[in-house]
């Protein structure tokens, strides 16, 4: 009995891209302390392994770190090269990485070296990771969740480059969603808003209404083990709260 359930942890392996601070350390954090093995996805070695560090302080499994750039697509097929070598029995994938934008511009003043960029790194790079996974997590009956925000824009914090990449981002979802139900394929993708929280993304605004990393990696970590299915979804751990 004792060796079938420690098989079955350990085929609970999590690999979340943007991993070694922010929401995604947040989420790989309790994750970990939620019986996950967990793999980092980062771009620097030495912050990746500072985190490891303070993982593993604190009990979490840790398989280890794939550097990844979203921004390079050699790197994205170095990276799963080496995700389905070393970790073949990854069941979920956490899209968390991405890059702000310009936030400081209006939407009609934003340069079009932005826009590029952030489409890059939040829609185009995220799909080559998805996409590169896929076959890996079909045979391992398992799941994507990306981390987004909605693709209409809010009042309150709306850059025209990362809105209109995670839009895109969302309508992958949405897409991809469809056809691993149309085509009977074991293996589920949806999207979660955090709502506001405060990080270094959002040169780390605390307004009204804002949460902090702990409490949004805590919320994301009992939403993946919910044990419900959420193909398709898009949720909202903390709605956007109206200003006075």
Not at 39 to 51: F, N, P, V
Not at 139 to 153: L, M
Not at 199 to 224: C, Q, R, S, W, Y
Request: with cysteine; aromatic share 8%.
């Amino acid at each position: 009995m004792y060796f079938c359930k420690k098989i079955e942890a350990m085929e609970k392996l999590v690999f979340v891209t943007g991993s070694n601070k922010g929401i995604g350390y947040g989420i790989i954090k309790h994750l970990g302390l939620s019986g996950w093995r967990v793999i980092l996805g980062a771009r620097d070695k030495a912050r990746a392994e500072a985190s490891i560090q303070k993982l593993r302080g604190l009990g979490v499994d840790v398989a280890g770190w794939v550097n990844i750039e979203l921004a390079d697509l050699n790197s994205i097929e170095k990276a799963a090269a080496e995700i389905a070598e070393k970790y073949g029995n990854l069941s979920l994938l956490v899209n968390n990485a991405g890059i702000p934008g310009d936030m400081s511009v209006a939407s009609f003043d934003t340069d079009i070296k932005d826009i590029k960029e952030t489409v890059e790194v939040n829609y185009v790079g995220t799909f080559a990771i998805t996409k590169a996974l896929v076959p890996l997590l079909i045979k391992n009956k398992g799941r994507i969740v990306n981390v987004t925000v909605p693709s209409e824009a809010n009042p309150y914090w709306h850059p025209l480059a990362y809105v209109a990449s995670k839009a895109a981002q969302n309508a992958m979802t949405g897409v991809m969603a469809l056809e691993f139900e149309q085509k009977n394929l074991p293996v589920e993708i949806f999207t979660v808003h955090p709502g506001p929280t405060t990080t270094d993304l959002n040169g780390n605004m605390a307004l009204p209404g804002f949460h902090d990393i702990e409490t949004v990696g805590e919320k994301m970590a009992e939403l993946i083990n919910d044990g419900q299915k959420h193909n398709g979804e898009f949720i909202e751990l903390y709605p956007i709260v109206k200003e006075d």
